[in-house]
Each structure stands twice: as structure tokens, then as C-alpha cells.
């Protein structure tokens, strides 16, 4: 299995500002994801993470609220922009496709990010 | 919008097995069924995946009909520590390739002492 690091754990937030979470996975991956949970929801897909060229945005997202970077195999980041309160939600990283393995048939999630905007 | 029905809760006695169903009616050749887990602030959890065949491992059992429209995630012998939110979770998969995970709204399952 995969062990992914997300920081921050949690934060609190201006209206109008940007965060910027990162995801560390301890091995090279194929496939990175961001999700979004927001309260008393299930998860929804905001994007898949490319190495070496531009996010793949899910319909209702977009790069410029959340531009997204992977610079290689064990991380990548994405960032909240212009914050309203109704980003208020956990944000989560998830890999799939871990070296060695030939299939993404399991694909692992960080801990996830509690934002909070006030 | 996901692919799967499922029952918003149930309860299940320790030690019991807990039998979680799913509707996948329009599952198409190339899908298999995804189960994960959510325990309370924590990311999801894989439990397990099949295509067409029964499949166990060290977590749960995944029993898939016959004409692949439902299926039933098995938990044994079930512990308080089972307590979570289950997705069932229908996902292409083609070539080398697999689809993105989709999450429903899954079935909040309470093992109660």
C-alpha cells in the first residue's frame, strides 16, 4: 500500500484568500487525484493530477480556483483560490497505480485537508 | 451521477455478520464493483473489488449475482471498529486503463455492542 501525507491537516481561512495543500506519497505513482467532501457529503472528484502537463478538471471545476501542480511521481499540490465559505470541506489526495504494480485497481487516500472559511 | 443504489443506514449486532446489499442495474461488461470504507475523519479505505466471480479476502467477502445487477459486501464477523460509511462503487475498466471512482452517498453501517 501507499502512505500519503497531506498537509496542512486542517486550517482556517479568510474569505478572499488562497491555501495551497500539498500530497506526499512515500512511493512513485502513476495517477494522482484530488477529491472534495464537503459537510455531510460524499466525495466528489475536482481533478486528476498529470505529471508534466495540466490538471484534467471534472465538470464544475476549473483551473483558475483550483490550479493544481505535480512536478513528479510523489507529489503534487492544489490550491483553493479567492476562498468563499462554501469551500468550506475536507479536501483528500488519493494514488493509484503504485511502481511495480501493473493494474490501479486499488487506489489509496491521504487523510485529507478540514479547510474552514469564515 | 453515481451508477449504484444503496440503503442510507443499517444496524448490525457485534459479532454478527453484516450483509451490506447494492444495486447496480445498469452495470455494463466492462465495470466492476469497487467497495471502500470511510471511518470518521478518515480518508476512504479500499475493502475490496470483483467483476463476476464471488471474491474474498482478509476484510470481506463480495457476493456479485449472476446477472451482475447486485451485489452484497460481506463482513463476517462484524466489530465496533466496522462502524463507517460504505460505498459500492461501479468503475470502468478497459485495456490498461480503469475509470474514475465515483462516490454515492453509501450506506452508514452501526455495529452496535
Known amino acids: 500500500s501507499a502512505v500519503i501525507s497531506q498537509k496542512p491537516s486542517r486550517d482556517i481561512c479568510q474569505r478572499g484568500t488562497s491555501l495551497t495543500i500539498q500530497c506526499q506519497v512515500d512511493s512513485q505513482v502513476t495517477m494522482m487525484f484530488w477529491y472534495r467532501q464537503q459537510p455531510g457529503q460524499s466525495l466528489t472528484l475536482i481533478a486528476t493530477a498529470n505529471q508534466g502537463s495540466e490538471a484534467t478538471y471534472e465538470s464544475g471545476f476549473v483551473i483558475d480556483k483550483f490550479p493544481i501542480s505535480r512536478p513528479n511521481l510523489t507529489f503534487s499540490t492544489l490550491t483553493v483560490s479567492n476562498m468563499s465559505p462554501e469551500d468550506s470541506s475536507i479536501y483528500l489526495c488519493?494514488?493509484?497505480?503504485?511502481?511495480?504494480?501493473?493494474?490501479?485497481?486499488?487506489?489509496?487516500f491521504g487523510p485529507g485537508t478540514r479547510l474552514t472559511v469564515l | 451521477d453515481a451508477k449504484t443504489t444503496q440503503p442510507t443506514s443499517m444496524d448490525c449486532a457485534e459479532g454478527r455478520a453484516a450483509n451490506l446489499p447494492c444495486n447496480h442495474s445498469t452495470i455494463s461488461g466492462n465495470e466492476y464493483v469497487y467497495w471502500y470504507r470511510q471511518i470518521h475523519s478518515q480518508g476512504p479505505q479500499y475493502i475490496i473489488h470483483?467483476?463476476?466471480n464471488n471474491e474474498t479476502n482478509e476484510m470481506a467477502s463480495l457476493i456479485i449475482t449472476e446477472d451482475r445487477k447486485s451485489s452484497t459486501l460481506i463482513l463476517p464477523h462484524a466489530t465496533l471498529r466496522d462502524t463507517a460509511v460504505y460505498y459500492c462503487?461501479?468503475?470502468?475498466?478497459?485495456?490498461?486503463?480503469?475509470?474514475?471512482?465515483?462516490f454515492g452517498k453509501g450506506t452508514k453501517l452501526s455495529v452496535k455492542p
Open positions: 462503487i461501479v468503475r470502468v475498466v478497459y485495456g490498461g486503463s480503469q475509470g474514475n471512482l465515483i
Open positions: 488519493s494514488v493509484a497505480g503504485l511502481a511495480g504494480q501493473s493494474s490501479y485497481n486499488e487506489q489509496f
Open positions: 470483483g467483476l463476476k
